[in-house]
């Protein structure tokens, strides 16, 4: 049995098994925000699609929810900052996107391989439950319908796309 769940470089690893992935990667921009007294915040969504969670009693970390963006390198400090803030570190990761934005979990035909990718910048987020749709999917019982909403065949179904 082997379970794809490599991140940005499930699309490679799928391509030596003859299973293509309808994956791209993108930037995903994040800036780290240091406060000079500590600060308590919900994680936080703005409508603008940037996001502020927070990370220690004095640090915030703040990025994009979007995909598809022009010159994605790094994010605007002045998007986030709260006045009381300081920008002290960023870096720029991979995001590995499907079409429509939902993660793939689903057997594939070559027997015994599964694909649990395309997380779309959420995989540590979505890692506990994708875990246990793996785990559904494998036991062959009944299914739950979310597997087929997560199902790859969904993505071959989609009749235009940048992919």
Not at 107 to 128: I, L, S
Not at 133 to 155: C, F, G, P, Q, Y
Request: aromatic letters at 8%; a negative charge; glycine letters at 8%.
């Amino acid at each position: 049995m082997v379970i794809n769940a490599a991140g940005p470089w499930a699309p490679r690893l799928s391509d030596c098994t003859g299973v293509s992935l309808p994956i791209r990667h993108t930037e995903g921009p994040i800036l780290v925000l240091q406060s000079e007294t500590p600060v308590s915040l919900p994680l936080t969504f703005f409508e603008a699609g940037i996001y502020l969670q927070q990370e220690g009693a004095v640090r915030a970390l703040a990025g994009r929810m979007d995909t598809d963006y022009e010159g994605a390198t790094e994010l605007d400090p002045d998007e986030a900052r709260r006045p009381e803030e300081q920008f002290v570190n960023g870096w720029t990761g991979l995001r590995t996107v499907t079409p429509d934005g939902l993660p793939i979990v689903d057997e594939t035909r070559v027997d015994w391989y599964v694909v649990a990718c395309g997380m779309n910048g959420f995989g540590v987020t979505y890692a506990p439950a994708i875990g246990a749709l793996v785990a559904e999917l494998l036991s062959r019982e009944e299914k739950s319908d979310l597997l087929s909403v997560l199902s790859l065949d969904r993505l071959r179904r989609v009749t235009s796309s940048p992919y």
